[in-house]
């Protein structure tokens, strides 16, 4: 019994890292759950003896119990209803947790990736996995493993942010947003969003959302002033301004009482992307998250 209670604690160490590799890989904070809880199942039947180092040990089992996943993850996809974005990360201060720089555009990005190559790149590029390590969990040579994240890092290479936006800059362009989009205030829009600028909105099929991106200035003006006009004031309110995947955005309730995430990419001032997910079945942690405020009307906006 000490043992078992020993090993649980060990687990629970690195359990939030092990999490956040598990949802880096997968795009779904449900299914890395699932995935770290059958890591902690092998764990505790294994034989601990001989392991030096368990962190390495875990990280090789949710590697590979995400590579599996993934397998039967990309053809759920392929039948999903309209645009997939991955399950919103709602940052916040996580004990022990180092910040892995990466951006829902770039989650985004990382789904061009195979399944090998999207592991090679997040164990060595993003958690600094040794490369030999690395091989090892893959099961692949070294060099092998070298050029999976050269190939991956070429192709993500063009959705890392040039400039970071600064946190108190990002919370007020997304607070603008939201006063602008809401209001139908195309003037105040036309100054917040880039020229090539993208709307994606995920549904999963199961609420109302946009089945297909929407692109280009003009085009999320008009759409923006054709809902104030269709659905009038006070058809959106803002729940709480968040950080999703490194990208400001905002927690908000929508028309017939929907949930939604928005976050917001942003170049040079200006919003080049705006992720918005309503699915349901994403949204379970931040609806959870807002039942659990001691008061709520206290951080509505």
């Avoid at 359990?15 to 997968?26: E, F, G, K, Q």
């Avoid at 890395?32 to 601990?48: C, S, T």
């Avoid at 180092?53 to 089992?61: E, G, K, Q, V």
Wanted: hydrophobic share 45%; with cysteine; proline share 5%.
């Amino acid at each position: 019994m000490r043992q078992a209670d020993d090993a649980t604690v060990i687990f629970e160490t690195h359990r939030a890292r092990l999490l956040r590799i598990a949802y880096r890989m997968l795009g779904s904070r449900s299914e890395a759950e699932d995935i770290v809880q059958n890591a902690w199942l092998r764990w505790i039947g294994a034989d601990r003896n001989g392991i030096v180092a368990p962190y390495p040990f875990l990280a090789r089992i949710v590697t590979r119990l995400c590579l599996d996943e993934m397998k039967s993850a990309r053809a759920r996809r392929e039948t999903y209803v309209g645009a997939w974005l991955p399950e919103p990360l709602v940052e916040a201060e996580e004990d022990g947790v180092d910040e892995d720089d990466l951006t829902l555009t770039l989650m985004m990005a990382l789904e061009r990736l195979s399944p090998l190559e999207r592991a090679a790149f997040l164990l060595h590029d993003v958690f600094g996995v040794p490369l030999g390590e690395v091989a090892d969990t893959l099961d692949r040579e070294a060099a092998a493993v070298r050029q999976l994240a050269v190939r991956a890092r070429r192709n993500v290479q063009a959705a890392r942010p040039r400039f970071p936006v600064a946190r108190e800059e990002g919370e007020r362009i997304a607070r603008a947003f939201f006063a602008a989009s809401t209001s139908g205030d195309t003037a105040t829009l036309r100054m917040l969003l880039a020229e090539n600028a993208v709307l994606r909105s995920d549904g999963g099929g199961k609420v109302l959302a946009f089945i297909n991106p929407i692109t280009g200035l003009d085009r999320l003006l008009r759409l923006y002033e054709t809902v104030q006009r269709k659905w009038g004031e006070g058809w959106a309110q803002m729940l709480e301004p968040v950080w999703i995947d490194g990208l400001p955005g905002y927690v908000s309730r929508e028309r017939g009482d929907v949930l939604q995430t928005t976050a917001l990419a942003i170049e040079d001032g200006r919003i080049t992307a705006i992720y918005i997910t309503r699915n349901p079945d994403k949204l379970r942690h931040v609806a959870q998250a807002l039942a659990a405020e001691p008061d709520p009307t206290l951080r509505t906006q």
